[in-house]
């Protein structure tokens, strides 16, 4: 089972436009003096005691990072590369195995869906040997030898280069953290909130200035103690803002400390009250002091970017900010499309009252471009409104950095345009020359395409503007699962979880890690009954990995209630489901046939629906042809299963079109087929996918094939080796 693939962008909730292959998933470099400066004790600590910069050397030759465009390459010494079978972890993560050798006869199979001798009996294989070793030596033997060349040398930052690492952190440097709310009403904590990011995003414009982005600040809570010099080190920079807002009716009082975090002495402060309605001028007015503080140079085309003012709608504003707030938090959430849809609501009331307000249009071509992304709403309709949005986006500020970044997002999330999308992030990158986003989106596509070294490298460039960016850390580890490196993958969680302890999507990945790596359903079982205990409100965030695990225990009283807790939307694990479908299954392992049937006909009708309302749109295909399966039509479940992998192939997208590999086997199964079956399972175990040990040896979507001694054999030689640390 996945756990999300991107789902952010501007607090960054990446999405769009390929399977809701568990809808989340997501995920920077400058040069070695600058890497060393702010991050290096943070890389110390989130990626344990031994990555030296040695180390990073030159993978597959040379080590490039790309610097500015797609393809300048520059010498880097980066410290994440973490897309899956990278070890940018010490000895305690396992190394990757070395990808097995091609053999001669494979190489000279044929590739896609060619005809074979024996049609009538087996049908055509829809990817051959061939095709996908190809594929896994390209992708994982590449950063497999890439991982060996970073892996384990990075020594962590002790006591005595304190003093030498504040010293080089660059002069003119910022980090905006959040500002206290000391309203006596706390919903008005939205103003403390949009203050704080309106301010640090003016700061952003200035290409002359480091400036850390939203994420890593935000770790930094408002009425809380921070050590400034740690804080320093840990961002990589010299200066901090802080200070708190205060609204009464219609005034305000702000007060704003600038402080030098290397030596805690005030470099300026300042007390404002005023009139609500002035809340934009106090803004500018902090930027331009903090600018001349840090006596950073202004272009003219970055002056007018910082005087342009959001809105002069209030109300509009903080509608805004909350709508803003919640797309910024689908991260591994089951709930993305309640969130996005409620995010829809608040931004079009907000421009329903300032129809000019540029930012708020920007988020919501973000949130229907994750809605029709995951699969949420995969529609033609959905679609026209993502474009209609970035249409007035493009007519309102045609030429600035966050236009061509919304462009990019389009492009990328409704078409899988990868070149055109790259092309406007470049554009993009000269306007916004802080703005992580940027690079993160750039690993995105990388990771899409199968590049997965290039994805490394573009996430270690996001990092260095956002160290503690703490949902990169959740792709970081997503992208190990694709490539089966567990124990890398919950060390990146671990990691995660120092930043956000109490995240309940991140506590429950972290806990299922065992389940996929050793077929041990016990930690997940216990975080689940856990967080169930603390908050029974959160059953419906719980609901899908709930489910997963009632599943893989064969416990039917668990999948009665994770099923009350499912939304009536279905579930977004790996693929899309229905609620429907979750029943057919439920009822399937208590030996209820005629419950399970009345349940796949009840989702069949409805997968009919949406493939007929979202033509050409492959996860929805695949989940029918699942359907089709259950329900014994086994022409059709396999002409289904085949056509949603033509349809999105892993050429074209190496997540979401793993996934429908990976289903094709269970087609294949229930159908009855066991030879392609078994074939269909070698073969996604040759590709970055997330198919496991855990799954095969647990789910009952295997249980046609158990006993057949290939199958058990590929289930022996998948299970984990070595003594257990």
């Not at 229905?578 to 049937?597: F, H, L, M, N």
Request: glycine share 6%.
């Amino acid at each position: 089972m996945i756990a999300n693939f991107e789902p952010r962008l501007g607090a960054e909730l990446k999405l769009t436009s390929g399977l809701p292959i568990n809808a989340n998933r997501r995920v920077v470099v400058e040069h070695a003096a600058i890497m060393l400066r702010g991050i290096g004790a943070y890389v110390g600590w989130c990626f344990g005691p031994n990555l030296s910069s040695a180390t990073f050397g030159k993978p597959l030759g040379t080590h490039f990072a790309r610097k500015g465009r797609a393809d300048q390459p520059t010498q880097s010494t980066s410290l994440l590369l973490l897309n899956k079978p990278m070890n940018v972890y010490p000895e305690e993560i396992a190394d990757p195995e070395e990808p097995a050798k091609l053999s001669s006869k494979a190489r000279e199979q044929t590739a896609g869906v060619a005809d074979s001798s024996d049609r009538s009996r087996r049908g055509r294989p829809v990817l051959t040997t061939a095709v996908l070793s190809t594929v896994a030596l390209a992708m994982g033997f590449g950063i497999w030898s890439l991982s060996r060349q970073l892996a384990p040398e990075l020594t962590s930052v002790s006591a005595s280069p304190e003093a030498a690492a504040l010293a080089v952190l660059p002069e003119k440097s910022i980090a905006v953290l959040p500002l206290e709310n000391l309203s006596e009403y706390k919903q008005n904590a939205f103003l403390a909130d949009g203050v704080q990011d309106d301010i640090r995003t003016a700061l952003a414009k200035v290409a002359d200035l480091k400036v850390i982005n939203r994420t890593s600040v935000n770790t930094y809570a408002a009425g809380t103690r921070r050590n400034l010099r740690e804080l320093a080190q840990t961002l990589g920079v010299a200066f901090v803002l802080e200070g708190s807002i205060r609204q009464s009716g219609e005034k305000v009082s702000i007060t704003a400390q600038l402080t030098d975090a290397r030596s805690g002495v005030p470099a300026w402060e300042e007390n404002y009250e005023r009139d609500l309605a002035d809340i934009f001028a106090i803004q500018s007015d902090i930027v331009q002091r903090i600018i001349s503080q840090l006596q950073a140079t202004v272009l003219p085309k970055e002056r007018a970017a910082i005087d342009e003012r959001p809105t002069k709608d209030l109300i509009a504003y903080g509608l805004y900010v909350r709508a803003k707030a919640l797309i910024a938090t689908i991260s591994l959430n089951a709930q993305i499309n309640e969130k996005l849809r409620e995010a829809v609501q608040l931004l079009d009331q907000a421009i329903e009252r300032d129809p000019d307000f540029f930012l708020a249009y920007c988020q919501l071509a973000a949130a229907h471009n994750y809605l029709y992304f995951f699969g949420l709403d995969h529609t033609p309709s959905r679609l026209a409104l993502a474009d209609g949005a970035l249409k007035t986006v493009i007519r309102l500020r045609p030429d600035a950095g966050e236009t061509h970044l919304a462009r990019a997002d389009f492009l990328y999330r409704c078409y899988l345009d990868y070149e055109k999308a790259r092309a406007e992030l470049a554009v993009a990158q000269r306007a916004l020359p802080n703005n992580s986003d940027i690079f993160e989106l750039t690993g995105y596509i990388d990771r899409r395409q199968g590049l997965w070294n290039e994805s490394a490298r573009s996430l270690q460039r996001a990092l260095a503007l956002d160290p503690r960016n703490f949902f990169m850390l959740q792709q970081i580890a997503l992208s190990y699962q694709e490539f089966r490196q567990f124990r890398a993958m919950a060390a990146a969680l671990d990691r995660a979880l120092v930043l956000i302890p109490r995240d309940l999507d991140t506590r429950v990945t972290r806990a299922s890690v065992d389940l996929e790596w050793r077929a041990d359903p016990r930690p997940l079982r216990e975080s689940i009954r856990t967080i169930l205990t603390e908050n029974p409100a959160t059953a419906s965030d719980l609901a899908a990995q709930w489910f997963y695990l009632a599943m893989c225990e064969r416990d039917p009283a668990a999948a009665t209630q994770a099923l009350a807790a499912i939304p009536a939307s279905g579930t977004a694990v790996d693929l899309n489901f229905p609620r429907s479908w979750c029943e057919g299954v439920a009822a399937r392992i208590k030996g209820d046939v005629a419950t399970a049937q009345a349940a796949f006909l009840a989702a069949h009708a409805e997968l009919e629906r949406t493939v007929s309302e979202q033509p050409g749109y492959a996860p929805a295909l695949c989940v029918l042809g699942l359907i089709d399966a259950a329900l014994g039509r086994k022409d059709e479940a396999i002409r289904e299963g085949r056509r949603a992998i033509e349809l999105l192939p892993i050429t074209k997208d190496s997540i979401d079109g793993a996934e429908l590999v990976k289903y094709m086997g269970v087609i294949y199964a229930w159908c009855g087929e066991k030879d392609l079956a078994i074939e269909q399972i070698a073969l996604t175990l040759k590709i970055p996918s997330t198919l496991s040990y855990g799954n095969l040896k647990l789910h009952p979507n295997w249980d046609p094939l158990r006993g057949d001694p290939r199958f058990e054999k590929i289930v022996t030689d998948l299970a984990p080796k070595g003594p257990e640390k």
